[in-house]
């Protein structure tokens, strides 16, 4: 029988990462959210470790541990912690429980997977989760689809790529407005497109286990729940027939992919401007009688030199990225690979800055104002999974902060911000997606 393992941390997408983690490895998983929960985890199933975030929202780690040890004595435990965070909690938490392991965030995951076989081996024969198909979640490379959603976006001119090996390139340009695609009046029935070449595969499809869920305002916490585990893999989201895929390396989204139609590459270009309608539909032509990438043919027309399709197909795959902060539900499929798609031009970019922009720019009003309650009491949280120092904070957000101690209301803070109140309600939307701030319990 398979050892069971309990995870427990606020980070919902996290815990789910992580059960995908373990569940492939063999391991059978469970997992909360809080303290509670989790001790009545703890009682009912027969856990043989605890992976216990130091910092939850109704009690510390160690007590979580301390609860769980008494009921289950010679339970594994292992405390996850961020690495800039104080050292009084995990001093009282080697104290309290000194045989318990550390691991810092963000870690490495396959580093702990090794950490939890060393602590609780899988009995000889246990099988990883097997391969399963997920037709439903596949992207179908031979189908463009138009979305009547689709809408404007700003790109701001300045992008870093990584290209042919290890060469790494921070490009600069004008800003780019991506306009809205034409609208047609209807979704037309799936248009074929030329047989893909060999290294784009027809379909993108997890290529084993895999792990589903909801997108409701969590796009951001995806996006973290792998830069803390800087694990490799692919992120699928569907809304209706559109679907896009975001890979991952090391916890950073390189690159994107999707079945929009107006996410192509050439489409791309004619909605920034930099070609004409009737030039995509020249280039288009002669791709498809030549089976090459339209990219090859902009360039051998002189449409598009060969430094600018570095910078492009970077902003291209930001676009693609960011639209997906504007999906307020639709549904997610994540897996994991040992190498992400072997694109030869990839994104170079801070999750948390991505994410603080997408929320900023694609969050429609009425959106951020269910976030951003007039009531709400914010307050820095304990454990947030990135520094202040690594953010690209605005001045007035930097002198806004310290503000939010959990004493005054949204609303009594925007009264004072001497700021469009929008734009104000965007940042706190931004600051409570990446966990900097948290609301007060009342």
């Known amino acids: 029988m398979a050892p069971t393992i309990l995870i427990v941390d606020d980070n919902k997408e996290l815990v789910s990462l992580l059960t995908s983690l373990f569940e492939d490895a063999g391991y059978a998983v469970v997992g909360a959210s809080a303290g509670k929960p989790a001790i009545e985890l703890g009682k009912s199933r027969p856990v043989a470790l605890a992976l216990v975030d130091l910092l939850l929202p109704d009690m510390m780690g160690f007590h979580l541990a301390e609860a769980l040890v008494a009921a289950r004595p010679g339970l594994s435990l292992v405390f996850m912690t961020g690495v800039f965070k104080g050292a009084r909690h995990s001093k009282e938490a080697l104290t309290r429980v000194p045989s318990a392991l550390f691991v810092e965030k963000p870690f490495d995951a396959k580093q702990l997977l090794e950490t939890v076989k060393g602590l609780v081996p899988l009995p000889d024969g246990a099988a990883a989760t097997a391969p399963a198909d997920n037709p439903d979640f596949e992207v179908e490379l031979e189908v463009d689809f138009e979305d009547a959603d689709q809408e404007a976006m700003e790109l701001t001119g300045r992008i870093k790529v990584t290209g042919g090996g290890d060469i790494t390139a921070e490009l600069s340009g004008a800003t780019l407005t991506a306009t809205m695609p034409p609208r047609t009046g209807s979704v037309p029935p799936p248009t074929p497109l030329p047989t893909p070449l060999p290294s784009t595969p027809a379909r993108l499809a997890p290529p084993g286990t895999f792990r589903t869920g909801q997108l409701k305002d969590n796009f951001p916490g995806l996006i973290t729940a792998f830069y803390l585990l800087r694990e490799t893999g692919e992120l699928t989201c569907r809304k209706g027939q559109v679907k896009k895929v975001v890979y991952f390396e090391a916890g950073q989204p390189v690159f994107a992919l999707s079945n929009l139609a107006a996410d192509r590459f050439g489409q791309f270009l004619v909605r920034v401007g930099k070609i ?86 694609l969050y429609k009003p009425e959106r951020i104002a269910r976030l951003v309650r007039p009531e709400d009491r914010l307050m820095p949280s304990q454990h947030p999974p990135y520094q202040l120092s690594e953010l690209e904070l605005e001045r007035w957000e930097a002198a806004l902060l310290p503000r939010f101690d959990g004493t005054h209301t949204n609303a009594e803070v925007l009264a004072l911000a001497q700021r469009p109140e929008h734009q104000v309600r965007a940042f706190l939307a931004a600051m409570l997606s990446l966990e900097v701030l948290v609301r007060r319990d009342v």
């Open 276 to 361: 004409k309608p009737e030039q995509l539909a020249d280039v288009a032509e002669v791709a498809k009688k030549t089976n090459r990438r339209t990219g090859d043919v902009l360039v051998e027309r002189g449409l598009l030199r060969e430094t600018e399709r570095l910078y492009f197909v970077g902003q291209q795959v930001k676009s693609i990225i960011y639209s997906l902060f504007a999906w307020p539900e639709g549904e997610y499929v994540l897996t994991f690979q040992e190498k992400a798609r072997a694109e030869s031009i990839k994104l170079d970019v801070f999750p948390a800055n991505f994410i603080a922009r997408g929320v900023k720019k």
